[in-house]
């Protein structure tokens, strides 16, 4: 959301929320964790999807979203993902070894739904929406080295299309649904509006590490989350 009104149901963006008033916040009753906590109270691998409104104007945010996470001394469990190809520049230039993935959808421009942006800002696994991914997809990505975590998925027809064409990993509102539907064939991260999304794909991360400049086949981004503290950091075939 663009707005805290559906949430939690005030006026106003994050942005213009101060810290103070921040703390009051509720979701579904529920306080909203800044990032910090997350890194703390979460014992997973864990994808921070950066949400950015101002594409290659986030550089305050790259920072204080690479400083949270090198706090945590758990760089090498952590993914960083956003739509914004430049802040994943800038998130690189603090973190040079973490972990980076391009998100990307069906209505953006050629280059960015076949992942060659990612594959430009040395983006480490694709993360697509759910309709770009095909036999051919597939295939030209698991070429290049990419494991491939699709967004965002709940239809049970579609899990188990992704699953049969090999996805590592699958976005959704209703994990223990998807979870049901697809068995133990890919790992579900839960796509909720509030908090971060949490991915189990363990070896995956550690593999598969940024490096910027090199030569890489596709990246993309997943659909993560909704309201969460600037500290939250918070892409056709």
């Known amino acids: 959301d663009h707005d805290l009104s559906r949430l939690c149901a005030v006026p106003g963006t994050m942005e213009q929320t101060s810290a103070f008033d921040r703390a009051k916040l509720r979701v579904r009753g529920e306080r909203i964790p800044t990032l910090a906590e997350v890194l703390h109270a979460i014992d997973l691998e864990i994808d921070v999807e950066i949400k950015s409104n101002r594409t290659g104007r986030q550089g305050d945010l790259a920072a204080a979203t690479a400083k949270v ?9 952590i993914l960083v993902s956003s739509f914004d190809p430049l802040l994943l520049l800038q998130i ?10 391009h998100i990307f959808a069906d209505d953006q421009s050629l280059p960015i739904r076949r ?37 965002t998925v709940d239809d049970a027809a579609e899990l188990l299309r992704l699953a049969r064409l090999g996805v590592d990993g699958v976005f959704a509102n209703d994990p223990a649904h998807a979870r049901a539907v697809a068995g133990e064939r890919v790992d579900v991260g839960v796509d909720d ?13 550690r593999r598969h590490r940024g490096e910027c400049g090199a030569a890489r086949p596709e990246d993309q981004q997943p659909d ?3 309201a969460t503290d600037d500290e939250n950091a918070r892409g056709e075939e």
């Open 193 to 205: 509006e509030v908090g971060p999304l949490v991915e189990q794909r363990h070896r995956r991360v």
């Open 69 to 77: 996470i090198r706090e945590s001394g758990r760089e090498d469990q």
């Open 92 to 101: 690189h230039r603090h973190l040079p070894a973490i972990g980076l993935a």
């Open 115 to 151: 992942g060659w942006i990612g594959t430009m800002i040395g983006g480490s696994i694709v993360h697509p929406q759910h309709t770009l991914v095909t036999e051919d997809a597939v295939k030209r990505w698991r070429t290049a080295g990419r494991p491939i975590n699709v967004w």
């Open 224 to 226: 993560r989350r909704g």
